[in-house]
């Protein structure tokens, strides 16, 4: 009833604390990843001193860039004169600088410096230097300036581009997906035709299988892990293989989905109305083709919500994949990964951003583009948890 | 990278196709071999009832193999084997529910728990409900609720990457990398290392929790607020009631339905935390929990699955009365 008004006509102090309080919410809310997200596409030496939200503003750096050494001068009008450039022009500016670190603003640039031996240092703000003498150098290593130097906000890809290659990241891509796709496909099947059974079919049984599958809902995923990791192994020592493979994940995955499918595409099949599949029948067509035929396309939506709610809890597993999954190169998930990089990278936060954000998109591109079906589904099954 | 793209590709073709070649399969045989067929006089002998009779069992059967296989066995299994040692083969009657009840750790995990269970359903719950009611009131609601419900999209891990950043703790004479120490210091504060603080520590990972659920209670409770008539809030408003006595007296009783299922939806979820606390903490520092446990006995010296059947056995029974209610709701709602 407000959204007919106007906004701007109608700011009482009411509604500014409304709109504010609701701003400071979604602000904590984003900030923390937003943090994540610029970190990963910054500077990883950056990165590691200064924090995200001074990424956009140029920092101050404190470095030092070694000169050339004797033999590189050339004779220039009586003098010898030694150039060179510390580094790429335009990547920072010098501010000061000093051959002592501790009195690091004692020359601007571009003011000449004069050395002890009478000779005339001159460091510029793009990094290049002068060094005149009237007589040769003998300096065999270069000499050390210190300099403070403004560095604009540099953003690359360098982060992304080091984690899905050197990290293994990119390969843990694939794996995620090659459990993803088959533990949300293979549950979604089997459901679709339990659900008709449920919804279409007489048989005896039917209450009470249906209220046992309400019961296994909510039974913790902890219950099941034990006694199937015992059957995981025995099978593969019977087998003389290791207990650990995709098969054995994509079957967990359905069977820990299951009831909620079940659930949610029974609950949905038995509001189709009554008519069409009773006229289907007396046109002589079976279940089977109703099923494939009528009610699976009828069906979508709670398909397409209960694919989304599957695809997004199994992408985003952590347990069944460290309990049935190896940790080799060509099993481990991104979120094993990640808890791994956690321990072991736990300081570089140049790597965790980076592949904590390839971890995240693309559940997020899923949530974006197909948010109403994933709240549609959210609504439908708030029984479950998890 | 190829080889391993077609072995992916390869594996899910297999996977998939062996699922639905049992119901085509199934179809065919059934058609096949109990097809109508003709009768020494030539009548047609119908076999289409024993079809009808055969037909739900296969439609069933996949479904209900693995709801055996996975969830309906292994609770007795896990039953059974609480009550056997560490290799799962010697009976020690109730030896592991003694250890339980005296191991100071699980102790502490139960306690941690019960407080992850006061904490994050109430919070998630509580500011749902706020944002759900003032994002209807502006014009760009849609758009913060979008905000507010992203990190449900996170996994948990992924969300403990993005607040361990938050919570990162440098010494007090260098820049702070994290936002809430440079925020501390912003106000003149001292820097902490947040995750290690005992027992406060709890808290800053029940905010991870709280941060992603929210979105969830939101969505829900938006719904429910939505299917609340606007001719009852009018009367009231009209009757003098100001905005906050509206909502307490009149949206809140409305969805009390909803928010207990959002409630006890959440209360599941916090007893089976445990990526958070793997990937935060690992139980250090006093933040143990009973699902992080349990996956550590599983494992921990070759692996306790007497130990570790037990401590799954508290998550069990925690739920319990969940699950009689949803059973209890069902039913009623069938015959309504």
Known sequence: MMSHRIPLLNLSVGRLLVHLSLLMLVMVWVLPSMGLLISSFRDKDQLAITGWWTAFTTTSQNAFGRTGVAGEEVLQDGRYVLTGSFFEAGSKTIQSYNTNFRKLDAYRSGEPMTMKDGSLFTL?????????SEKPFKHKRGKRIFYVAKVPPTFSLDNYLEVLSAEG??????NTFVVTIPATIIPITIAAFAAYAFAWMRFPGRQFLFVVVVGLLVVP?????IPLLRMYNDIGAFFGVSGKSYPGIWLAHTGFGLPLAIYLLRNYMGTLPKEIIESARIDGANHFQIFTRLVVPLSVPALASFTILQFLWVWNDLLVALVFLGKSDDQIVLTSKMRELLGSRGDNWEILTSSAFISIVVPLIVFFALQRYFVRGLVAGSVKGG | MIAQLLDAVFAVFFGVGACFLYFIGSHFVLERFFADSKGANGEVISRESLRNLLRPWIFLLPAVFMLFIYLVYPVFETLRLSFHDFTGERFVG??????AVQDPELLQAIGNNAMWLVVVPTLSVFFGLLVAVLADRVWWGGFAKSMIFMPMAISFVGASVIWKFVYDFRGADSEQIGSLNALVMFFGGEPEAWITIPFWNNFFLMIILIWIQTGFAMVILSAALRGVPEETL??????GANEIQVFLKIMVPQIMGTILVVWTTITIIVLKIFDIVLAMTNGQWGTEVLA??????????GGDSGRGSTIALFIMIAVVPV?????????????S
């Open chain 1, 221 to 225: 995923l902890q219950m099941s892990l």
């Open chain 2, 94 to 99: 109730f030896r592991n529910y003694h250890w």
């Open chain 2, 323 to 335: 699950m009689i209610w949803n059973i209890r709701r069902f039913r009623s709602e069938e015959e």
């Open chain 2, 234 to 239: 009018e009367a009231a408003r009209i009757d």
């Open chain 1, 124 to 132: 510029h703000a793009d990094g290049s230097y002068v060094w005149k």
């Open chain 1, 169 to 174: 990241i990119g390969q843990s891509f694939v």
């Open chain 2, 292 to 301: 992080n446990m349990m996956f550590d006995w599983m494992f921990r010296g």
